[in-house]
């Protein structure tokens, strides 16, 4: 099956939405150094950066190789008659990438973006303790190895994306933007660093105490919510159209859904904080603003804009209780959010999708099969084939990301010393803070 | 607990794997995954509870 091809005039729209992408990666990156310690911005920016860095190149070494596209050559298991694709089988290195005018160029430049995108997710979890050469290290190993294998079996035409033809459940398991491929992924292995971290000094006292240390600049944080939906509509919207075989002209659609779902999710939360604490809390609020936006990657493309608003207003709603209960009762220390905001968002994006999802048009997700649209709209068996997409992510990619991660920790320690810690990660691994002008030279108020 | 509850969490997406490659019919096939969800449910439980902090270690 050959990979498929797209229009001048759809490759064009695609390659701008794509273009939008990094903004996403900028909101997130913007968002993290927001909610940590003013000693630790400069390396957190600086940490955000290199994983984009690293994410790349690993995807570029053999994340695509192992990842590809649908339609594109793959190692397959076959098992009582099926076909199970569960690896691709690309060339190293993006050879034979650009030569055959097909759609393949795209979805790797797509690719390489949405891997950075996932690799910033982890960070914000290890804020204020995580190494710069552990975190890096780490992001090579989600971009080279367990990004391009859940994303094959997603987006490359694997196993996931063919249940729908081969056992008839749904439209096969589905993921317009990456809720599960990019956002729980990124969650799940934010959940392993934090694990793997433990929680920054002075978080939980022995009395059972757990103070809040408030992020250092809420400017920060809210610019980087705007910077993110403008690239959240790029990632749904070029997703629609490589990965669903979607028309340009419903990116209007993808656009309007993406925007309610984050304006409800936001508003949300500012309206749960403001009654449960008196005031609304902007972290919690920009932290419901980028779930609502999460939540709505899976099934952008294909609810009402009436049904991407309860999609954003649940989302909300589960954000703000998801991170005092990991915070608070399970004992892990997340200081960006990111496991409540994109692994736990994420989740319920991917769910609502076989809740609320409408299919009016085929959908393009196997190997160039196009499935027929159902019957009035309603897929049977959606909901079964987004829980197993979700039973993957935690039963396969979550024991998998820690694992890896624990044993590149027992080589190469992730967590930052005591004396690291309080002086602050910039000092110490960066030898300079992110604002100098700040410090107070207690001889200059000396009498002289 | 915590290598318990990482052993049940791929434990619970066999279950899912096999619910679909054994069982052809929805309502058997659909109870099969839901159960394989649940052990997956278990074993996150557990994983959560293995990383609660001892209290000498707080503070």
């Known amino acids: ?448 | 607990m915590k290598v318990v509850g990482f052993l049940l969490l791929p434990a619970g997406w066999f279950l899912v794997l096999a619910a679909i490659v054994l069982f052809a019919a929805p309502p058997l096939r659909d109870a099969f995954v839901l159960t394989g969800v649940a052990v997956e449910a278990l074993g996150l439980i557990l994983a959560f509870r293995s990383h609660l902090i001892p209290r000498e270690e707080k503070g």
């Open chain 1, 1 to 448: 099956m050959p990979v498929p091809r797209l229009t001048e005039a759809t490759t064009a729209a695609c390659l701008f939405f794509i273009f939008l992408v990094p903004l996403a990666a900028a909101g997130l990156a913007l968002m993290n150094v927001g909610l940590g310690r003013s000693r630790s911005a400069g390396h957190m920016m600086m940490a955000s950066l290199s994983a984009l860095a690293v994410a790349g190149l690993a995807y570029f070494v053999c994340g695509f190789a192992w990842q590809g596209v649908i339609g594109g050559p793959a190692h397959v298991l076959n098992l009582s008659g099926k076909s199970w694709n569960w690896i691709a089988a690309e060339p190293f290195f993006f050879r034979k990438l650009f030569s055959d005018g097909s759609a393949a160029s795209l979805v790797a430049l797509f690719q390489i973006f949405c891997v950075g995108l996932a690799a910033l997710i982890p960070l914000g979890s290890g804020a204020d303790r995580w190494r710069l050469r552990a975190s890096c290290l780490s992001t090579g190993l989600l971009a080279a190895w367990t990004y391009p294998l859940f994303a094959h079996w997603v987006w490359g035409g694997g196993w996931l994306a063919q249940l729908g033809v081969h056992y008839g459940i749904g439209r096969g398991f589905l993921d317009v933007g990456g809720a599960g491929t990019i956002q729980v992924m990124g969650g799940l292995s934010a959940l392993a660093v934090a694990w793997i971290l433990g929680p920054r000094r002075g978080k939980y006292s022995a009395d059972g105490m757990a103070p809040a240390i408030p992020g250092h600049n809420s400017v920060l944080v809210l610019f980087g919510c705007m910077l993110a939906l403008v690239g959240w509509i790029g990632l749904n919207s070029a997703g629609a159209i490589l990965f669903t075989g979607g028309e340009t002209s419903g990116a209007a659609l993808i656009g309007i859904n993406t925007m309610l779902a984050a304006s409800a999710a936001a508003l949300t939360a500012a309206f749960i904080t403001k009654v449960r604490f008196g005031k609304p809390d902007a972290s919690l609020t920009a932290n419901g603003w980028v779930g609502g936006l999460v939540a709505s990657s899976a099934s952008c493309a294909f609810v009402s804009p009436a049904e991407a608003v309860v999609i954003g207003s649940v989302a909300g709603t589960i954000i703000i209780f998801s991170v005092e209960w990991f915070e608070l009762r399970m004992e892990v220390d997340d200081p960006g959010g990111a496991i409540s905001v994109h692994g736990v968002a994420g989740i319920w994006g991917l769910l609502a999708l076989g809740v609320f999802g409408q299919f009016q048009r085929p959908v393009l997700n196997v190997a160039g099969d196009s499935l027929p649209s159902a019957v009035n709209g309603i897929a049977a068996g959606q909901w079964l084939a987004q829980l197993i997409g979700v039973a993957t992510l935690l039963g396969f990619v979550l024991p998998l990301t820690y694992c890896v991660n624990r044993l590149l920790n027992r080589f190469y320690p992730f967590r930052v010393s005591v004396e690291g810690e309080r002086q602050g990660m910039d000092l110490h691994e960066l030898g300079a803070g992110a604002y100098p002008e700040f410090i107070t030279h207690t001889d200059e108020f000396l009498p002289r």
